[in-house]
């Protein structure tokens, strides 16, 4: 069968925890077009495991490529068995989803390094910690700046980080000083808004001639991205020569997309995702940016570190009546099967663990000061005396604290 001649197939062999943004690329005939065209190409080559699928479909989220997989009859077993959930890259404290924090593999990070760095040189990383680090191995270098709103990025890179100069600021607030670097590296979330923003903050702290490099959403990672792709690309060369090193970039598959996209029943590689770098020099530098970065962020969340994991907590969520904590779509082990920001559900969630496992907040003071004291104490025996525990009905209490058993799992134990 051609590929013009496949059409989207409403969820063929749905994969558990189908998520609403994929039935909305599903929808989307041109998107599913474009996926099975590159399908198709890697079967004529011989393809045959989702892995392969993946390294091809030039960003398309995984749910939806085994979906497209399905509906052309190529749907080996073996290709889509559960993941276990292991890292490749186990950081400590975890990776999160809300912090948008997918870390370049080793090998890509330093070789950004080895792109933006040389003796002498300033270089600026917006959102890449594991360049900054990298360049500091580099010898030679005048400066190294990291801008990075999570103080958590530090954290995980303790041996090193005495050694470099960070602001731990949004690019709102962080004032980067114009002219002031050779290079800047940035990884901006990938919506069009941010990354023209991102873009623009680095262009202007470079001197003329300098080199911005720039993580590019690949061109199928949503529908939309074609057209968010060409917004950024003019942005860019209006500000200077652009090249586009297509795939260039990889990520190291964090845990909470592990666990993610094993709840949707998928297992993927270690670093599946890539991205297209694009290297700007820069020729015209704009006035540096006034304002907040776009979009406006969220109102702000709490964040706990527990063991490894990292709890998101929204303090806001309103105070109603019933369990302090329940699943937002009736799963009773609280797991949650996507990470995009355009899941409809995503705007019931009131706390997500670094494990992709998410609740309804009811009582966001009883849920804060539950996570301040496991935190503090690092185990689950905290609780036993906890006087906002013991002020609840036995049932209601003993509810409680199964929701956090399976909302953080036995490692407290």
Known sequence: MSPSAVVPS?????????????????????????????????????????????????????????????????????????????????????????????YFTPECAAGLAARAGGPGRSVLCLGTPTVAFALLEAPGLRRVT???????????HHHHAAALEAWHDDLAAARVPAGAYDAAVLDAPWYPDALRHWLGVAAAAVRPGGTVLLALLPALHRPSAPAERAAVLAHARALGRVAIDPGRLRYATPRFEH??????????????????????????????????????????????????????????APTEPGDALAPIDGRADFRYGSISTRDPRRATIGVWTSRSRVARVRRPELVAALLERLAAAGQRRALDHAPELGALPADERARLRRALHALLGPALD
């Open 10 to 102: 409403p969820l063929v062999g749905a994969l558990p925890s189908q998520a609403g943004e994929i039935e909305v690329d599903l929808a989307d005939a041109a998107h599913c077009r474009a996926v099975d065209a590159r399908l198709a190409q890697a079967i004529a080559r011989g393809a045959r495991s989702l892995d392969e699928a993946l390294a091809v479909t030039l960003g398309a989220d995984p749910r939806l490529v085994a979906q497209r997989m399905r509906a052309l009859g190529w749907a080996p077993p073996a290709a889509m068995r559960p993941a276990t959930g292991d890292a490749a890259q186990p950081w400590d404290p975890e990776l999160h989803a809300r912090d948008f924090e997918w």
């Open 146 to 156: 990291l801008v990075d709103r999570n103080p958590l990025a530090l954290r995980r």
């Open 259 to 316: 666990e993610a996209l094993a709840t949707a029943g998928l297992s993927v590689p270690a670093a599946w995702r890539r991205a297209d770098l694009l290297e700007l020099t820069v020729e015209r530098p704009p006035a540096p940016p006034v304002g907040p970065v776009a979009p406006a962020r969220e109102p702000a969340w709490v964040r706990f570190v527990i063991g490894p994991q990292v709890i998101h907590l929204d303090p806001h």
